[in-house]
């Protein structure tokens, strides 16, 4: 089977190892990739988002039999539906246009959750910065805006006071940070607890979850500054119980399925206020994988990749379902998954592009590095993004993991004395919960 993958960055990157190594995988392409995945591989052409012909071609021309839709711009406008009605027969991993609106549109995503009473937090939408302003002082502190639409992980923000929160609405409205994704923003309440991450694979009426992870938002150290697409995870996450991800999987994802007939990837940000079953809360609804998350998790999934996604779309009817009491769940092995990503000093700010970048060779099986804002130039690598690579490391525990992908970071540091300075990452990945 020759197999596309859609996305740039560690997500699809990770997609890709663990895909290319399945039998079913005769060829597989990243379009565009980064860097980091072989030359041989890479579509290198400009993301795909809204246009879709180029690529209903190169997947006639090259004989492609199956899409894994990698990041949500495609997804929330359409590529599914697009490629299933262009293409008959043709195999795609992730939602219809309308599932997508989960992530595509944090107001449609609130509506729904409040029609399928769904605990989340309240949320008022501002359609313009007079209403938001006049909103603002009712909103309890601290107080949460995110912009309704897709801003690569950037749109949503933290405020403690009202003074702040009013800045921010006025960059996102008058400034416009955001473009059209800040026409609408939600004041929302601040949800209190501990993140958790979940991750079902969803064929339309069923759900399979993978392992939860934990991923770190703020960008600094300390669990400060501003949030991020992401700073690091670690798999499997220890703050849902058994009980917890039973009731997310009949709570929460069961009426997304009902709702959409929801195929691929439904990612849900939960926030974990206690140990009773029923004590969290939905953050937010992904229509994918997540960045870093899925750097962690794939690693430990045991059988063919491949397989699980193609039960999403119908392409397996003899797929063994794995099953626990109540939920369904894709076995793992034991042991940890720890991800440190390398950034651009700056991010999610303004960062500095082109650092010169390289990479130390390891002799551990258990790690690797993934490409995400990277481009090879000359045999070199020049960074092109805030999020610039992944560290990746498995060990028998999650202790184990960390202290070789922190080795790793050291050595790292060793082979670029000069790019150090224009280069961060967080130094309390998976120390602390």
């Not at 809360?281 to 063919?304: H, K, M, W, Y």
């Amino acid at each position: 089977m020759r197999i596309l993958i859609l996305g740039s960055g560690g997500r699809e990157h990770a997609l890709y190892l663990k895909i290319k190594a399945s039998p079913h995988a005769e060829k597989v392409f990243v379009w565009p990739g980064n860097g980091l995945v072989p030359a041989a591989d890479r579509v290198e052409r400009a993301q795909i988002a809204d246009s879709f012909g180029e690529l209903k071609n190169f997947i006639q021309a090259e004989n492609i039999a199956f899409t894994v839709v990698g990041n949500e711009a495609p997804l929330v406008h359409g590529v599914r539906d697009f490629l299933k009605t262009e293409l008959p027969g043709h195999f795609v991993f992730g939602p219809d246009k309308l599932g997508a609106q989960l992530e595509g549109s944090k107001a449609f995503s609130d509506a729904f959750m409040a029609e399928a009473g769904i605990p989340h937090g309240t949320s008022f939408v501002a359609t313009s910065l007079a209403e938001a302003k006049s909103a603002l002082p009712s909103q309890t502190l601290p107080i949460v805006l995110k912009a309704d639409g897709l801003a690569a992980g950037k749109g949503v923000s933290i405020h403690e006071d009202y003074a702040s929160a009013e800045k921010k609405l006025e960059e996102i409205f008058e400034g416009r940070i955001f473009g059209d994704s800040g026409n609408r923003v939600l004041l929302q309440k601040f949800l209190k607890g501990t993140e958790a991450s979940l991750f079902a694979l969803c064929n339309g009426e069923d759900a399979l979850l993978l392992p939860s992870a934990r991923d770190y938002k703020r960008a600094l150290t300390g669990d400060l500054g501003e949030n991020t697409g992401g700073m690091g995870a670690y798999t499997p996450g220890d703050h849902l119980s058994e009980a917890q991800k039973i009731y997310t999987h009949e709570k929460i994802i069961a009426p997304v399925l009902k709702k959409f007939k929801y195929r691929g990837l439904l990612y849900v940000g939960l926030m974990i206020a206690s140990e009773r079953a029923d004590d969290l809360a939905v953050v937010e609804f992904n229509c994918r994988f997540g960045d870093p998350e899925t750097q962690s998790i794939l690693p430990l999934i045991e059988g063919d990749l491949v397989e699980y996604l193609l039960w999403t779309d119908g392409g397996r009817a003899d797929f063994p379902l794995i099953k626990a009491e109540t939920a369904k769940l894709v076995p793992y092995r034991r042991g940890s998954v720890v991800n440190i990503v390398i950034a651009a000093a700056g991010y999610p700010g303004a960062f500095e592009k082109d650092i010169p970048l390289i990479f130390p060779e390891h002799k551990s099986k258990d790690l690797h590095v993934t490409g995400a804002g990277i481009r090879e130039h000359q045999g070199s690598y020049l960074s092109t993004g805030g999020r610039i690579a992944n560290v990746v490391a498995y060990g028998k525990d999650r202790a184990t993991a960390r202290a070789l992908a922190y080795e790793y970071l050291a050595a790292f540091t060793a082979a670029n004395p000069t790019s150090r300075e224009k280069l961060y990452w967080r130094e309390d990945i998976a120390q602390n919960t």
